[in-house]
């Protein structure tokens, strides 16, 4: 959602006349997107501007802006802190961006209720798939999480400004498009979720629909099965557990118990046999026990997710969990962390490994950035497939054998292009 908030402002600022640059020295506006979600996030960014402070100092007229989660967490407090920054402004004020630029110094971090009617111009890189907000802000409050007190209360762009968003990108050549929301089953405009995704899927050009994030609770029947019936909509989803105990997910307030999502993940795998899950996974949230945490490591073990991203509990200020007591020994949660990410190591890998011999719908990308000489692209399910092949197919769809599996990609053989 970050980068392609960054996608957002680079559009702003193009249209203002202003070029990106690789090398920093040569900047005279530098941008941090921050992003909070994290305390490690939060401090890469701190030691980054505390690098710029020399910069600014030998190249006065430089610019720095903050923006992001952090920015609309700390306003006017970055300011004083670190008096080398001139901006603050939060992600409900990216549509700010240019009349700011026109004062000397100004803080923009009031909650925009008409986010939903901001249509920006993004500019992305490459053209074969594209990110499109569909909605902004989150009404769920997990207990842990600082994006409702961030990026504000939940609001759905109208159905028709996505829908020209999306036809625009494929007049350009576009041809994935990933529609991102904090919890976009729950869009709700002038249609819902299933609704947009029916009007998207007739767009001439766009071969691939994906969406991110599902919210396992309000994952309905309707999304399953225009999943299995829109013949663009990808056979993956991102649907975050966090827990596999009842408790803890109580306590982070998700609104499901284990019992609930395993039944739509049954749901799911009978209506789309080859689906891919993948999951989010929180270790040592506040008075976990070593039994809540065989409980998630049962649920790794039976759920097979195709893939999972695992993070140790991070207190976030103003968050309901950052006050409870109870906090997890560290040595326990990085211990448990490594549990949980071996033991998804292999169930990946093996997962991976039943697709050898397969033949797999593969959309390329471009060159691959670890197997030199390669082109690469992602299967329908969302896994990289790395294989021999010409620059030209950039943008195509192309039958790929796959010969050898990885934890983090495939390797292929081209069969065929379409
Ligand atoms: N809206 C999405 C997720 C947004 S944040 C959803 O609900 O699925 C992405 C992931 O970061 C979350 O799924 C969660 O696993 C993790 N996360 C959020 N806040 C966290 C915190 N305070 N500490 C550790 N992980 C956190
Ligand atoms: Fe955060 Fe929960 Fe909203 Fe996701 S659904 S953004 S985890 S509050």
Avoid at 117 to 145: D, Q
Avoid at 200 to 208: A, D, F, H, L, Y
Avoid at 249 to 257: A, E, S
Wanted: hydrophobic fraction near 35%; glycine fraction near 6%.
């Amino acid at each position: 959602m970050n980068v392609h908030d960054s996608e957002k402002m680079a559009g702003i600022l193009k249209a203002k006349g202003y070029a990106e640059t690789a090398n920093t020295e040569d900047a005279d506006l530098i941008i941090f997107n921050t992003c909070s979600i994290r305390q490690k996030a939060e401090q890469k960014f701190r030691s980054e501007l505390g690098r710029i402070k020399l910069l600014k100092s030998k190249k006065p007229l430089l610019k720095i802006a903050v923006a992001g989660c952090i920015a609309q967490q700390k306003g006017r407090d970055i300011l004083k802190k670190s008096p080398h920054v001139d901006y603050v402004f939060g992600p409900q004020n990216i549509h700010k961006l240019s009349a700011m630029l026109a004062t000397n110094a100004m803080v923009c971090i009031e909650d925009n209720p008409e986010i939903q009617h901001t249509n920006l111009p993004a500019e992305r890189k490459g053209n074969v798939k594209a990110w499109v907000s569909i909605m902004y802000g989150c009404n769920n409050f997990c207990s842990y999480c600082i994006v409702p007190y961030t990026r504000g209360r939940e609001k759905s762009r109208p159905s028709r400004n996505i829908f020209e968003e999306i036809c625009g990108l494929a007049e350009k050549g576009f041809k994935e498009v990933t529609l991102l929301g904090q919890n976009v089953n729950s869009y709700n405009s002038d249609t819902n979720f299933p609704g947009l995704l029916r009007k998207i899927n007739v767009i001439k050009g766009i071969e691939r629909i994906r969406f991110v994030t599902s919210h396992p609770r309000d994952l309905s029947d309707e999304l399953i099965l225009c999943i299995k019936e829109l013949p663009k909509i990808c056979e993956h989803i991102h649907l975050p557990l966090q827990s596999g105990s009842d408790r803890i997910l109580k306590l982070m307030n998700r609104g499901y118990t284990y019992e609930d999502y395993i039944e739509k993940v049954r749901k799911l795998k009978e209506s789309i046999p080859h689906i891919a899950i993948t999951t989010d996974i929180i270790t040592g949230f506040p008075s976990e026990t070593d039994n809540d945490h065989s409980i998630t490591i049962k649920a790794l073990r039976s759920i097979e997710f195709d893939g999972i991203f695992a993070f140790k509990f991070s207190p976030r200020q103003g968050t309901k969990a950052a006050e409870m007591e109870e906090s997890i020994n560290e040595e326990i949660t990085s211990q448990q962390l490594i549990d949980i990410v071996g033991l998804q190591n292999d169930i990946t890998l093996r997962k991976n490994e039943a697709l050898k011999g397969t033949h797999q719908e593969v959309l390329v990308e471009g060159a691959s950035k670890t197997d030199k000489g390669k082109i690469t692209g992602r299967t329908r399910t969302n896994k990289i497939v790395n294989f021999e092949g010409n620059e030209s197919l950039i943008g195509r769809l192309v039958n790929i054998e796959i010969k050898t599996a990885m934890r983090h990609s495939l390797e292929g053989r081209l069969i065929s292009q379409s």
